[in-house]
T-cell receptor
Framework: EADIYQTPRYLVIGTGKKITLECSQT?????MYWYQQDPGMELHLIHY???????EKGDLSSESTVSRIRTEHFPLTLESARPSHTSQYLC???????????????FGPGTRLTVL | GQSLEQPSEVTAVEGAIVQINCTYQ??????LSWYQQHDGGAPTFLSY????GLEETGRFSSFLSRSDSYGYLLLQELQMKDSASYFC??????????FGTGTRLLVSP
């Protein structure tokens, strides 16, 4: 059973507010990822990290930022939320290439964000 | 650009066999994965093909042909609980995934 958590699960917020979506995993995985998924659509990678103090932008441009100060924690921040940010945000983690399951990503339950 | 194409929807009855195809065009390729996602749920890993051929895991099998940039997921002995969306995903490097458009599978009694 994968142990990856996201809070909050649902968030409704007004335009211009600053928000932070939390993601934590207890598996000691080096690699962590943030995806954005609209209803019925594919997942798009917006940020990823190979380890502490490592962050990279994904394939889909995003106004959000991330940080990786601790292995287990990978929060995503939006400085000024807009209606266009309304979506589901999924966090995932995976082992390094030397692990037994390097090709499997474990996903958290997601945060469904609505910006009014 | 990068693209992974899948049929948008497939319907089948309980006990049947269904195949979901995936064709891809990506800037890098290390392997093809399949994920299942129920409505409102998180994606869960089903299978991975790094080499050509068939991988079997219980009722699910996955196939890859790198020369054809093509793969498929085969689901046998369908059950109602298999109704979900299925995504293929290419590992493009450094364990990054590019996901396909997704196939919604509807299993009826």
């Amino acid at each position: 059973e994968a142990d990856i958590y996201q809070t909050p699960r649902y968030l409704v917020i007004g335009t211009g507010k600053k928000i932070t979506l939390e993601c934590s995993q207890t598996m000691g995985h080096d690699k962590m990822y943030w995806y954005q998924q609209d209803p019925g659509m594919e997942l798009h990678l917006i940020h990823y990290s190979y380890g502490v103090n490592s962050t990279e932008k994904g394939d889909l441009s995003s106004e959000s930022t991330v940080s990786r100060i601790r292995t287990e924690h990978f929060p995503l921040t939006l400085e000024s939320a807009r209606p266009s940010h309304t979506s589901q945000y999924l966090c995932a983690s995976s082992e390094g290439p030397s692990g037994p399951l390097p090709n499997e990503q474990f996903f958290g339950p997601g945060t469904r964000l609505t910006v009014l | 650009g990068q693209s992974l194409e899948q049929p948008s929807e497939v319907t089948a009855v309980e006990g049947a066999i269904v195949q979901i195809n995936c064709t891809y065009q990506t800037s890098g390729f290390y392997g093809l994965s399949w994920y299942q996602q129920h409505d409102g749920g998180a994606p869960t890993f089903l299978s991975y093909n790094g080499l050509d051929g068939l991988e079997e895991t219980g009722r699910f099998s996955s196939f890859l042909s790198r020369s054809d940039s093509y793969g498929y997921l085969l689901l046998q002995e369908l059950q109602m609980k298999d109704s979900a969306s299925y995504f293929c995903a290419v590992t493009t490097g450094f364990q990054k995934l590019v996901f396909g458009t997704g196939t919604r599978l509807l299993v009826s009694p």
